[in-house]
């Protein structure tokens, strides 16, 4: 069985050469920072939550 067959339409395209390897390489860079982003984002509302929750908590501890 051919190696470049058995790899896929990438090894033998794409990946054969070294721009065609920096373009995956960036393509997957800019994917894993978009998720990042999106991720990110939830975080810090999960964060703003969190915090005025806990201030929340703290104040009526506080006062009461």
Known sequence: M???L???PLA???LADPLGQLLVG???LAAIVLVGR???SVAWKLLL???VV???L???GVLL
Do not use: D, K, Q, R
Request: aromatic share 4%; proline share 0%; charged share 0%.
């Open 38 to 40: 999106v991720l990110l």
């Open 12 to 14: 033998s395209g794409l």
């Open 6 to 8: 058995a790899a896929g």
């Open 49 to 51: 939550v969190a915090i």
């Open 2 to 4: 051919n190696l470049a």
């Open 54 to 56: 806990v201030g929340g």
């Open 58 to 60: 703290y104040t009526a």
């Open 26 to 28: 960036l393509v997957a």
